[in-house]
DNA sequence: AAGATAAGCGAATAAATATTCATTTCTGTA
DNA sequence: TACAGAAATGAATATTTATTCGCTTATCTT
């Protein structure tokens, strides 16, 4: 017997995302996805029920990936401003390379196929973050703010930035990056 | 002979950004529209060609009176701290009183019915904003860094404080709003 | 007040899209 | 190598949604 292939599973995903993308999530059917991904309709029913579970399924593999990445190379024992910053930096690193997957987390938020369940998941993925925000509160570093709030402008400002450079298309330069990390952490800081 | 009602496109309008903010532009069809707006399906085909046209219309009328609001009560003689405050707040106020508007217009960034027509018109909307920016970049207050960058980033923090706030649905503190402005005035002085 | 003209209606139609299914193609197991 | 069982296919079907159209209603003009 055959069995199900995982690397299809991203073939289906990188097709949507990169449909979305494009066309947003309003213009995509399913027979785009499966002509993109280079497989049959029908193939997609084998690996989701239907269009509300492909979709919930690759808004969870997103935020998942884009929150996994975050944290790597950060250490409760470094700094707190350097720490702070490697973080950002890959956040920013990583919607750079993943423009597809920003733009579909954007327009998921708004739509009828996210359910309250996978919402929940999202938001429990979130709680890393407000760990490192509280703790530059803690050490008198960061504003004593809402933390959500601080959190929030955080990642809309990466969120603008990723945006701003991708409709401007141009590289962002190491300065530009720096600048925006400066007007980030001028806003946070105490 | 009738004539058409300027009313009607106004209930059109509405019922379209109401419906968008609840499940977004994905989720939305003529039939939806119509019934929220309390009309005839067919009515709706008397004041827009199409689906299209209906959502472009939108979204330039949408665009047009965000902008519209921002400038209210802002003169060239004032102190340009104060000015940039009246401004930022105009935009905040208009944007909290119409987060459905917002939703919209985010949606529509990536959706397949925004013409390019549409989209360059959208832009010119922005110039006075570039304006603004560059006056205080000039009078020294402002960092010296790309102004569309700066732009981006004061209209992203907005963004995030309108949806933050909506979210968690709480009504926002005076104490708040003056808490992100300076967030987001640390983040763009000199 | 009568006629003309366009708005307004909503069921009927056309078009687009999701989903199913009979059939074929693989591939793991014995 | 042969068989079993699941994946893969894509045309056919079901469903949803946009758009049209014959008709009714409103209101402007004279």
């Given at each position: 017997?055959?069995?199900?292939?995982?690397?299809?599973?991203?073939?289906?995903?990188?097709?949507?995302?990169?449909?979305?993308?494009?066309?947003?999530?309003?213009?995509?059917?399913?027979?785009?996805?499966?002509?993109?991904?280079?497989?049959?309709?029908?193939?997609?029913?084998?690996?989701?029920?239907?269009?509300?579970?492909?979709?919930?399924?690759?808004?969870?593999?997103?935020?998942?990936?884009?929150?996994?990445?975050?944290?790597?190379?950060?250490?409760?024992?470094?700094?707190?401003?350097?720490?702070?910053?490697?973080?950002?930096?890959?956040?920013?690193?990583?919607?750079?390379?993943?423009?597809?997957?920003?733009?579909?987390?954007?327009?998921?938020?708004?739509?009828?196929?996210?359910?309250?369940?996978?919402?929940?998941?999202?938001?429990?993925?979130?709680?890393?973050?407000?760990?490192?925000?509280?703790?530059?509160?803690?050490?008198?570093?960061?504003?004593?703010?809402?933390?959500g709030l601080l959190l929030t402008?955080?990642?809309?400002?990466?969120?603008?930035?990723?945006?701003?450079?991708?409709?401007?298309?141009?590289?962002?330069?190491?300065?530009?990056?720096?600048?925006?990390?400066?007007?980030?952490?001028?806003?946070?800081?105490?």
């Amino acid at each position: 017997m055959k069995l199900k292939d995982d690397r299809k599973v991203e073939l289906i995903f990188e097709a949507a995302l990169k449909l979305v993308a494009k066309k947003g999530l309003s213009g995509i059917t399913m027979g785009d996805i499966s002509r993109e991904a280079g497989i049959a309709t029908g193939t997609l029913y084998v690996y989701f029920t239907g269009k509300d579970e492909l979709i919930n399924a690759l808004f969870a593999a997103s935020r998942a990936n884009s929150v996994q990445v975050a944290f790597r190379g950060y250490e409760l024992t470094t700094p707190f401003k350097l720490g702070f910053r490697t973080v950002w930096m890959n956040i920013l690193r990583y919607k750079l390379q993943h423009f597809e997957e920003v733009v579909f987390l954007e327009q998921c938020y708004h739509s009828p196929y996210i359910t309250e369940e996978t919402r929940e998941k999202a938001r429990e993925l979130a709680v890393p973050f407000f760990d490192l925000i509280e703790r530059g509160q803690q050490e008198m570093l960061i504003k004593t703010a809402d933390t959500g709030l601080l959190l929030t402008f955080m990642m809309g400002a990466i969120n603008e930035l990723v945006k701003q450079t991708h409709y401007s298309n141009e590289t962002l330069s190491k300065k530009k990056i720096d600048l925006t990390f400066d007007l980030c952490w001028d806003a946070l800081k105490a």
